[in-house]
C-alpha cells in the first residue's frame, strides 16, 4: 500500500512539471494521458467488499506499472487510473500499446465491472485550451469533467 502511495505520488509530481512543460512547449512535447475508470466507485466495493476492493486496485496499479514501459507512470485516483505515456507520432501507437497491455493483465477478476477507457493527447489539448491547467490536479479534474470532447479514443470494456 504505501509502494502505491508512493507510485501515486511520483505520478503526479511528474504529472505537475508535464503542466509546466506544455504551457510553453506543447507543439514539442508529445504524451499521451490514458484513464482507465473500473465502474464507478461503489461497484467494485460491491463486488468484492471494500478491503479486498482496495487491494485488487492496489495490486493493479503495480501490475499496469510493471506491464508499460519504464517511461510510462501510473497513478491511481480512487477507481481511475491514469497512465502517462510518452510517444513519438511516428513509431507509437497509444491505442494499440494500451490494448495489448489490458488484455494481457493478470487481473482478469476485475473484468466483472465496465470498464471506459479515454486517451488525452496533451498537446493537443493544451494548443487548443484557452486556460491551460498548471496543477496535475487541476488538469485530471479538467480531462475528467470534459472528457467527452477533449478525448481523442473513448471506448469500453464490458464485464463479463
Known sequence: MISDI?????????????????????DDFNVALVKIAYGDDNSLGEAYGAPEALRQLSSLTHDLQQSFRRSD???????????????????????????????????????IVEREIAIFELPVIYNKAMVKPDRAHSLLKHLKSNQSSLASHVFKLAHL
Open 73 to 111: 507512470l501510473v497513478g491511481r485516483e480512487g477507481t481511475d487510473f491514469w497512465i502517462l505515456f510518452p510517444y513519438t507520432r511516428v513509431t507509437d501507437n497509444v491505442y494499440d500499446k494500451l490494448m495489448d497491455v489490458i488484455q494481457g493483465a493478470e487481473h482478469v477478476s476485475l473484468n
Open 6 to 26: 508512493q507510485l501515486c505520488s511520483r505520478f503526479i509530481d511528474t504529472l505537475d512539471w508535464i503542466c509546466q512543460v506544455l504551457i510553453r512547449h506543447s
